[in-house]
């Protein structure tokens, strides 16, 4: 696409300028390989008819080596050895074979129906899939792992690709361009690409903000990528922070499986590399780690027991004892690191804090087998990896399974001292509390399981999760006084609770319910501890159950009364706090964190 703003010649100097050293290699020499044996030199011009690309080979190249695939398309008025000089793929990376296509005329057929090769009848569509299909049949290229970068023109260009032939492509990078709004209004992708934009936002050639012109408009690069990760069918809420010792802001969007990522150079310009930022090494990072998600700030993934487990770490340069905050399920049995977002924020002003999902919640690896008992040696093994040696357990509802065998197991362990829990609202381990927990719906998931699992696959219960979040998020915003709402940090509630939608995590959070009947089993017969120090947090919140379910009110009652004199018998006998909270919510640590600090602050004072 040129601009009337921007002449053709213009953008040809500015192309000349930003792809130095635009000659071909001595090494280059022109043959056609459509019958022709496999050539092993570095660098071959190869004709295709009335068309021409560049390949270029790793220094290590074997015939019997499978390769990845990866086309480079040039700016406008560049060429193939331009693009190459600039990029230098084959100098970082041995899995790939790298192609660098050359343009018929100045440019590339973008999509945008604006352009001379549209008004040529050129048909670079086409020309790509025979590029694809020579390449092939020469060399060994692995299943699905076609790639596509373009810069400039070439980015729009590559922006077709992904739109009308993304399904040859496992991703496509699209560099110093926006997006052709006639092809953003037809832009349909046959199946969900993972796709990576740079742009520099003070671009005078392709402007980051887009381009009104009756011809030739741009939508901007943030538009463009939301669109592209709308019809990715992603997650609403994508993840932005700035890349470390840059001052370039990423903005990650994620369906659980394709990506799509824009990094925002701030003040960058119309140029392929920027300021502690390699493109062409940051583009190979992007391809080979798609099946890796993205992260944000403070988050971290743990490897332990052959499964990932999702670390949240906040105030990390405090000293002394960590504080680990591990979350039980609420009235819909959601259960992960999101119920913390608020209460983290303030401990992290005095402590070091570890907010820990278990595996198969939030980023962490499906587990087969998730469960409060199973995660007790993760949890350990998690511990023992991020170097603590001295911790105090913070267990919201249920979590407190996985702190009380967590004690049992490793009370006497050399490695790691437990000094001291909170439990909050915490299950009660008596028979009737449990023949509840145990009923309804866990008997329920119990029956239905195996018939429900596949049927999660086809998005069964999707829309159904997504009016609970709704709901939830609307009554966490009633619950959250104002002095407390600007620590409270919405943007990783965001995150983690959209994360819920996923089919693996509602399949996680079906086992976690149907295992729920055997965690209580594991503690039901368990003494009581005397030589830890467990204070429990006791609101009131199973008042509006009674209330709403009249017909069980009697069973809810003695519920109720039962967790009272259980809780104070749990924190006296072990030298602990009780803490009653009167026309209280479930999420105290939502409602009341200051009431969790001031347990967790006298805690701290004995020995």
Sequence with gaps: MIDKQFPIIQIFLISILILTGCNSSSKDKAVTLLDAAPRTSSSTTITLADRSYLLDLPNNFSVDKSYKLLLVFHGSGGNSAGMQTTARFAQLSDDYLVAYPKSKVEEWNEGCDCNKPNRLGIDDLAFVDDVI??????YTI??????AAGFSQGALFSQNLLCNRGEKFKAIASIAAPMSLPLSQSCTLEKPTSFMMVHGTSDPVLPYDGLKHPNWALVSSPFAVKLLANKNASLVHPIVKMIENTNIELTAYSNGNEKTHLYSVKN?????NFKNFTTSKEILTFFDGLE?????????????NEKTIHVHTMGEDKSGPAIILLAGMNKNYFSDSAWYSLLQTQLANDYRVHNIDRSGNAWGSYDTEPSYHTFVDDLYQTLITLGESEVIFVSLSGANITSRLFAQKYADDDKLKLKSMLWIDPDIFLPHSISLYQGYPVDWYREKLDLLLPRLEDDFWTERTQVKLDAEREELTQLI?????????????????QLRLLTNNQKIRALEIANYHDDLNAVKDLPLITDLPISVINSDFEASEIANDPEN????????????TWSKEVAEVSGGQYIELMNADHMVPMQHPDVIITAINWLFQQD
Excluded: C, F, R
């Design 133 to 138: 299909t020579n390449i092939q049949q020469h």
């Design 142 to 147: 692995l299943p699905d792992e076609i790639y």
């Design 268 to 272: 960058g310009g119309h140029q392929w």
């Design 292 to 304: 890796k998600p993205e992260l944000p700030i403070n988050s971290q993934l743990v490897n332990v």
């Design 481 to 497: 006084n104002e002095p407390n709402n600007n620590d409270m940090n919405w943007q990783y509630y965001n995150l983690v609770s």
């Design 553 to 564: 009110a009697e069973s809810l009652s003695l519920w109720m009364e039962e967790g009272t």
